[in-house]
């Protein structure tokens, strides 16, 4: 078995692009070797800024011999058939077929063998068609080239079994071809000289022999280590930012990681905005003191080493440093000679959507819901509208212009600065929460009211004008949006009404004019038509559902005792809606619930196949005096009591309790179906045992659908 080897080495990839070209070029050659009939014991991809490798060990030196067989029409059959059967083999004459008796006749049987090729052969063509083939998000010509690639490339080591491939790739115009070869070059200004290698393990040493780090894990790994082993010295500890050490992993091939000062002038500018623009301009790591307070130290990761052990890189980057934080400092005093108030009318020349009018509308919308909410869940109602009134006033700062990143948090300074309350102030910086799973959950009252009316106000408004998610574009983040509205509502138990909140919200948009709806706008603007309101209910209502089920699907609930609860209607309150479905699930899980849904399938099964039949329903009273058998008339008494213990178990919201007083009904039902013929000669005492089935199937609707549970 032996080993292939390539690389192609080119000017520096972008960061971002990096590993997912390293798979892609992974999954490319190795679907190319299977469609080839070539298997291997294992390939990795390995990517660094000047370039992408792969190495497969365990290719055979040939591809296998094939035999293929194909059958075509029986010995006698018309000309025309066996001509387009020679045509479809590739055949002359039938003299080069087999006639073989099939049991069912003799047919005519074309058989080919295909010798196995060098596997070198194969991989000559693979290689120059994965690389037409890679994805690059973007990409680029240069020179006289007419192929595009991400950044001009300058060679392409090819090695099966220590051996170059014959083969290169043709970049085009007068450049010609990028001859495969064995030879690289190592870091750009440690070791710029070429050198050539005999396979993966000679190519990975004399990488890092000149200064190449090839495992992007092992960069990332060096990184953090030595980061943290610097700020430790310090008596620091490295702030953790996985999205930036992954980038930064990407700009390097030999990281040297060093330390620098911010001048203490800058750190009365909020934290926030100090690591957005040391992290998203300059790629440098903030360091925390012991209190976990941004200390004015950065952690800087170089591409080379100097003989003054980095002294003039870390001084060339404090330097440009300083400028970035001016520009910070210069903005962050501007904007607090400004009051967040004061700045409100601005928000009107910014247009939230073009059929919802502008931010400054938005806001109004969500003062008046956020005091609502407030209401309804115990909190601050003035503390709420005055926050819903100032969070999005940070918008037209200078620092949020600058950094988009701190908005919200940028508000919670100013309202602090200015004098407002503690609560109104975090519920500013809190209403974009949560952005995601892994982000925080607002706990207060006052700042769930407004992340819960700015999420809603986005939802019901974009729903209203159709501009729902479709497949997987969802350009608004809606589903974002939603699943910050249940866990708002979940984490923090809270009994909101969903269909109530939706309809204030429509209320508080939509005007009825004629039949239609039109958007109520607070300008000049023409008036936009719209989906009639309880349309949009109902289609939030579905999509709330869909977003309710992934996030119990996380939980080990299963999707389809969501749509049973669902189905029945009317229900809005997720807190109860989740006990409800919980419930639910255990009690399918048992032995009973598991019988009684089988019960109630096998029921709804007689009746609908009946009713077809006869073109009538059975879903009037049952008529006890035409009870005749002891089983239906247990089985009645049974579904009564079972009925009148669940209502007032169910209005408690005791669905624990519920479950069980439906289980009772397994004995009853089993007994039922063992010894009773529904479909008796008798007319009247047929449908009065279908009118009992009946019962079966509403007795159990009552706690959820169950033709929606599968299984």
């Not at 019901?460 to 949006?481: C, H, M, N, W």
């Amino acid at each position: 078995m032996t080993e292939l080897l390539i690389e192609f080495f080119s000017e520096e990839i972008p960061a971002r692009m990096q590993a997912r070209a390293a798979d892609d070029l992974k999954r490319l050659v190795t679907d190319k070797l299977a469609a080839n009939g070539l298997t291997f014991a294992k390939a990795e991809a390995h990517s660094t800024p000047r370039r992408l490798a792969l190495v497969v060990d365990g290719l055979p030196e040939r591809t296998a011999d094939v035999r293929e067989e194909k059958k075509g029409p029986r010995v006698g059959s018309p000309e025309q058939a066996v001509a387009g059967f020679l045509k479809s083999a590739g055949l002359d004459s039938l003299d080069q077929c087999e006639q073989r008796d099939t049991g069912k006749g003799v047919f005519y049987f074309a058989v080919t063998e295909k010798k196995g090729r060098e596997t070198a052969e194969v991989l000559a063509e693979i290689i120059p068609a994965a690389m037409a083939e890679l994805p690059w998000p973007k990409s680029m010509r240069w020179g006289t080239g007419t192929v595009r690639w991400v950044r001009p490339l300058h060679s392409i080591i090819a090695l099966f079994g220590g051996r170059v491939l014959d083969g290169g790739y043709d970049i085009g115009g007068t450049q010609g071809r990028i001859a495969f070869g064995n030879g690289t070059r190592g870091h750009r200004f440690l070791a710029p000289d070429a050198f050539t290698v005999e396979s993966f393990a000679d190519y990975k040493e004399k990488l890092r022999a000149a200064k190449v780090v090839l495992d992007r894990e092992e960069r990332k790994a060096k990184i953090k280590a030595d980061a943290e082993a610097l700020a430790k010295a310090q008596g620091l500890t490295l702030s953790p930012d996985d999205a930036l050490l992954e980038e930064v992993a990407g700009l390097v091939e030999w990281p040297v990681v060093l330390m620098g000062g911010i001048d203490e002038s800058f750190m009365d500018v909020p934290s926030e905005v100090l690591i957005t623009s040391m992290r998203t301009h300059q790629k440098y790591f903030a360091v925390l003191d012991a209190e976990g307070k941004m200390a004015p130290r950065f952690i800087v990761v170089a591409n080379t080493e100097t003989l003054d052990g980095g002294k003039a890189v870390v001084a060339g980057n404090e330097r440009v440093l300083r400028a970035r934080l001016s520009d910070a400092k210069f903005f962050w005093d501007q904007d607090r000679k400004t009051k967040l108030e004061a700045r409100v009318p601005a928000l009107e020349k910014i247009t939230f959507h073009a059929k919802l009018g502008t931010v400054a509308e938005k806001v109004t919308r969500v003062q008046l819901l956020a005091a609502e909410i407030a209401r309804a869940i115990g909190a601050d109602s003035d503390a709420a509208s005055r926050a819903a009134l100032l969070c999005k006033a940070d918008l037209v700062t200078e620092v949020v212009g600058e950094f988009p990143e701190v908005q919200g948090i940028m508000g919670r300074y100013y309202a602090l600065g200015q004098g407002e309350s503690a609560d109104v102030a975090n519920a500013i910086a809190d209403h974009y929460k949560p952005l995601g799973p892994s982000d925080s959950c607002p706990t207060a009252p006052v700042s769930v009211s407004v992340a819960l009316a700015d999420k809603i106000d986005t939802l019901v408004g974009f729903f209203a004008i159709d501009e729902k998610p479709t497949g997987s574009k969802d350009p608004y983040a809606l589903r974002r949006a939603a699943l910050g509205v249940i866990r708002l509502v979940l984490e923090n138990g809270l009994r909101v009404k969903l269909g109530e909140v939706f309809g204030e919200v429509l209320s508080q948009v939509w005007e009825q004019d004629i039949g239609a709806y039109y958007y109520i706008s607070q300008g000049n603007g023409p008036k936009t038509g719209a989906i009639h309101p309880q349309d949009v209910k109902r289609d939030l209502m579905s999509f709330f559902a869909d977003r309710l089920k992934v996030v119990l699907r996380e939980q080990g609930v299963r999707h389809d005792l969501v749509d049973a609860v669902f189905a029945l209607g009317g229900e809005d309150d997720l807190v109860r809606l989740l006990a409800r479905v919980k419930a639910l699930q255990a009690f399918v899980g048992s032995d009973e619930g598991a019988n009684l849904a089988a019960a109630y399938k096998r029921a709804s099964n007689i009746v609908r196949i009946e009713e077809k039949k006869d073109g009538a329903t059975f879903d009037q009273p049952v008529d006890a005096a035409r009870l005749a058998q002891d089983e239906e008339k247990a089985l009645f008494a049974a579904l009564n009591e079972a009925s009148a213990t669940a209502k007032p178990l169910l209005d408690a919201e005791d669905f624990t309790g519920t479950m069980a007083a439906l289980a009772k009904l397994r004995g009853p039902v089993d007994a039922f179906f063992d010894k009773v013929t529904v479909n008796a000669e008798d007319k009247d005492l047929r449908a009065n045992r279908l009118r009992l089935l009946t019962q079966i199937r509403t007795t159990l609707n009552a706690v959820a659908d169950f033709s929606k549970i599968e299984g």
